[in-house]
């Protein structure tokens, strides 16, 4: 009996590949809501060498969202991570700022599952409707994002 354990192998170091280049959009490193409010134009460097600018009204719409703090703590883009054939998307959550703008926008309450925000399809929508530009997809070969 052959083992497939070589091939898998193989097969994830070239998906890894391909997402690494799929994903060349995402900054290389976040800023928070309260630096890009201070900033002329609003940007984040992305790995791919390209600029990501931000919509000052959607940067402005966070922020009347927030206390000052949250401002300072909220990282942008906020990344929706798709993972492999889901119907739906997670909002990486990395605290509770996070949660507090995800639930104001879809006016529920919303309980993160080991720092995610789950979203389907209407809601992801809204969201995406409002921040078009302060959030960016992350795609994962994984199952479970």
């Known amino acids: 009996m052959v083992s497939e354990l070589p091939y898998e192998r193989m097969l994830q170091e070239c998906l890894k590949g391909e ?16 630096d890009l409010l201070d900033e002329e134009y609003p940007h984040v460097l992305c790995r791919d060498g390209s ?15 927030l206390s000052a703090d949250e401002q300072k703590a ?40 080991q720092r995610k925000i789950v979203l389907y399809r209407p809601q992801l929508a809204l969201v995406r409707k409002l ?10 070969p994984k199952s479970e994002v």
């Open 51 to 65: 600029t990501h600018l931000f919509k000052r009204k959607e940067l402005k719409y966070l922020a009347s969202l």
């Open 19 to 34: 997402f690494r280049v799929v994903n060349a959009h995402l900054p290389g490193k976040q800023k928070t809501l309260s």
């Open 74 to 113: 909220l990282l942008l883009p906020m990344l929706l991570g798709v993972g492999a054939g889901q119907g739906e998307v997670a909002v990486i959550c990395l605290g509770e700022v996070e949660e507090k703008v995800i639930a104001k926008i879809l006016d529920m309450s919303i309980t993160p599952r």
């Open 131 to 140: 921040l078009r530009t302060s959030t960016q997809y992350l795609f994962s």
